[in-house]
């Protein structure tokens, strides 16, 4: 028997035992993201469906999934309650905040990759671990002082102190996957640093910055505690207008989940239509070359 017969007889005695392998294992992998997926998505579906019902209903377990569903919890939403301002003031705050964080975070953060600043990029990221509400009072302070506590010029500022570290951040690794002989290149034929930047950087980071703008927007959307204590009536975002629906005595639920499904709709919208911009933004300045 030949060599090439051997291991064509050798394969043909692995191969149903390998296909039964792969086949349990494609199984198990998908029973393991079926019983995932249920986990985290029950309480957006429990959500959804409290939002059609009234209070009675909630607390009643055998009405889970079976009972007559009703809009008037959204009708309050948009009517009673005033939604539409709370969703244009979260578009505002977080729509503003994020330009504003990228028009400075952008810049420094090439200039942190090009001039090899690691240590400055380290002290920016320490805003992410310091709790903001260490930050709250003296703000209020400054902010009170200076007429501002109820605009939305404190909130945007406020938001940026999430966004603007979160961009400087991944913009950095972006910058630094680049290659440094396009700079040399680019300035041989003329181009100050800051030209270099412009014209041949800034083009080729735009992965980098929509997946900077998409995490800070999301960030700024969910922002509950600067907004609690910084914003007024007219200037309240959606994180904080759900306190409306509870009182000291009791919890409107029907109308909590209407506003929290309202809330989270368009966040969870804008979430998957841009995830894979996320996932390559990321990954294209995981690698340096």
């Given at each position: ?106 810049p420094a953060a090439w200039s942190i990759a090009r ?166 933004g990321l990954t294209a300045g995981a690698t340096k070359?």
């Amino acid at each position: 028997m030949t060599l090439t017969q051997q291991q064509s007889k050798m394969g043909r005695g692995r191969g149903p035992r390998t296909s039964r392998s792969a086949k349990t294992y494609r199984v198990i992998r998908f029973t393991l993201l079926i019983i995932i997926a249920l986990v985290f998505l029950f309480p957006y579906v429990w959500m959804v469906l409290a939002s059609l019902k009234n209070n009675v209903q909630i607390s009643d377990v055998s009405k889970t999934f079976i009972f007559d569903p009703t809009l008037q919890n959204y009708e309050r939403v948009f009517e009673t309650n005033n939604y539409a301002l709370f969703i244009r003031n979260s578009i505002i705050v977080a729509v503003a905040s994020t330009a504003a964080s990228l028009v400075v975070g952008v810049p420094a953060a090439w200039s942190i990759a090009r001039f090899s600043m690691g240590k400055l990029n380290g002290v920016i990221l320490l805003a992410r671990v310091v709790p903001a509400i260490l930050l709250l009072v003296p703000w209020y302070y400054l902010f009170s002082r200076a007429g501002m506590v109820g605009t939305f010029w404190v909130l945007i500022a406020s938001h940026m102190f999430v966004g603007l570290p979160l961009v400087t951040w991944i913009m950095t690794g972006f910058f630094r996957s680049l290659p440094q002989e396009l700079d040399e290149a680019g300035q041989v034929d003329g181009l100050t640093e800051f030209g270099c930047f412009l014209r041949i950087s800034l083009p080729l980071s735009v992965p980098g910055i929509a997946t900077a703008a998409i995490l800070a927007v999301i960030f700024s959307w969910n922002n509950f505690l600067f907004s609690l204590v910084l914003a007024d009536s007219s200037t309240m975002t959606l994180p904080v207008a759900l306190y409306q629906f509870m009182a000291y005595a009791s919890i409107d639920w029907g109308g909590l989940m209407a506003a929290a499904a309202v809330m989270s709709a368009p966040i969870v919208v804008f979430s998957l239509f841009t995830q894979r911009y996320v996932v390559g933004g990321l990954t294209a300045g995981a690698t340096k070359g």
